[in-house]
């Protein structure tokens, strides 16, 4: 039954985007506006086709339906709750079935929240593009990546349940569905930029209409990317959070293409310029989501995160090359309606900060991309492997994160057009005391080395900036104050400067050793000293876990584990942190007691405020959020009277 159920629901969610496709295309050939008002049903079809084959696949996992080739591979009797329910995207074809249902959720929202408009050409294209997107899916899903094949099972055969590093932590239950979240969030924005290439509106009036699909996007992406370098320092044992793997950075290049963005459409949206920069960066969002795709689940790279060789690769490349291509030629084809009106009147402006702030993200970009490609391409041609590992990619970023910290604390105080060096004075005064002053706390504190200091200066200067736009903000208008794009995007900037500070601390002031120790012994790390109390063995549902008893500095005991999975004999370790505001103290076990040998082998990690980084992170989404919610000043981007400058200029965009 499941089976049946799930190759139903794809097979109807293939027509939906099939039939959406094609009665949007004939409605825009011929201008019939009713048929272009169908596109919600065509929609919800997609949307059902998905749900009822994702309930279906967790249905065939929760009850254990080894029938499924996917549960047998995948799924296991012994697998608690809620690993039976993430173990649907934990593997390759379930992650795809996740992928697809985002997908339809987000298509039928859009085709809802513009019904009254979908008789408008522009808003039928980017239809036709949600509508291709989901066919290409569905068809993955009907192809390469099915994920409802059939197995016959011997009887009692029980599978092996998801990959164990993903039956280790609750937070493997959310960080892929908000990668997702955010990684299918950008088909909107970019469905409404093809539209608006095709149709010739280039005005101002579609990048207001997505701003908040596009914040809500870069939200969940953000949130995704904090809860997998939560996720990898709680469960891979190595102490870190960001290793400058191949699959972070798949999930971090949108991010930073995403970031430009937002940053350089207020000019588009203010003045008119960066028409160019503007499309070219939401394309690239797009564009490196399938390209992550790829990366992520076509085999090519091995990694932790990484799913296993399959048939797909081609597909999704194929798919990258059609999106590149397109975005390229539509760029080029309507050159001469992409002219800014205006131009850049100073360098010391607004404007011209956010020119830079676009450089150096797209320089980071494409350090980060060729990183991770650049083994790939020597691969393929000399059949050669190499790694680009963390030295590279600290070398070559360092640099670019130190200048977007500048940048953030000399973009909000500028005016726009042009400044003078009075004005500068004045309103860089409080942020440049904020930089020495944040050196000192941090020398007071123990602070060595020109590299984290030069951190610890530009991240005060860029909080004291923040700061001020933020206090001048609720001065004049009480809590709204927090609220609205700018006063949001000063809260976001708080959060990328808390992170900032964590790596940095965290990164150069990091302690640790390795000790062999027989119970009652002791080590010392970092001024903390750390007793070996014994051992225990706890029994689990789906393994037995071989506890350590650490006592640190004479208070609470802390058990980091080794884990040894029944059904597959592998065992993963789990460490224990004692976390503090100011320092973590981070317990690996590396060896568990046996009969044969009575000590343990312990790996300490002391690093310094690495909560900071979960704490950065939730004061980023929270930033983003505030900056979804219109400020005092927000005008109504459908009514003529109060369209930005840019606006008039160009054909006004009913959408």
Known sequence: MNLALGVAGLVLGMIGAL??????LVGLRGGRARILERAPGYAALCFLGA???FIAMERALLTNDTTVRYVADHGSSRTPFPFDVAALWSALEGSILLWSLILGGFTIAVALKFRRKLSDPLVGWAMVVMFIVCAFFFALMLGPASPFRSYNPAPGFDGPGPNVLLQNHVLMAFHPPMLYLGYVGFTVPFAFAIGALITGRLGEGWLIETRRWTL???GFLTAGIVLGAWWSYEVLGWGGYWAWDPVEIASFLPWLTASAFIHSVMMQERRGLLRVWNLSLLCATFSLTILGTFLTRSGVIESVHAFSESDIGAWLLSFFGV?????????GWRGDLLRSPGRIDSPLSREGAFLANNLVFSVFAFVCLLGVTFPLIVEAVRNDRISVGEPFFNRMTTPLGLALLFLMGVAPVLPWRRTNAETLRQRLWWPAWCAPGAVAVALAFGARGAEPLIAFALGGFAAGSALRQVGLATRRQGWRGFVGR????????????VIAVAIAASGSYQHQGEFSLAEGATARVAGHTLRYEGSRVVEAEN??????RIRIDGGAVFEPRINQYLATGQEIGTPSVDVGFRRDIYLSLQRAASAENATIGLRVIVA??????????AIMVLGTALSAFPGRRRRNPLDPVSQPVAETRDQPVPV
């Open 543 to 548: 393994r037995r876990e071989l506890r350590a």
């Open 608 to 617: 310094p405020l690495v909560q900071w980084l979960w704490f950065g992170g």
């Open 216 to 218: 809500l996007a870069y």
């Open 51 to 53: 749900a009822v084959s």
């Open 486 to 497: 700018a006063n949001g995007g000063m809260i976001v900037h708080l959060g990328v400067i």
């Open 323 to 331: 999106i590149v291509a397109v975005s390229v030629v539509l760029i």
């Open 19 to 24: 039939g959406g496709m094609t009665s949007q």
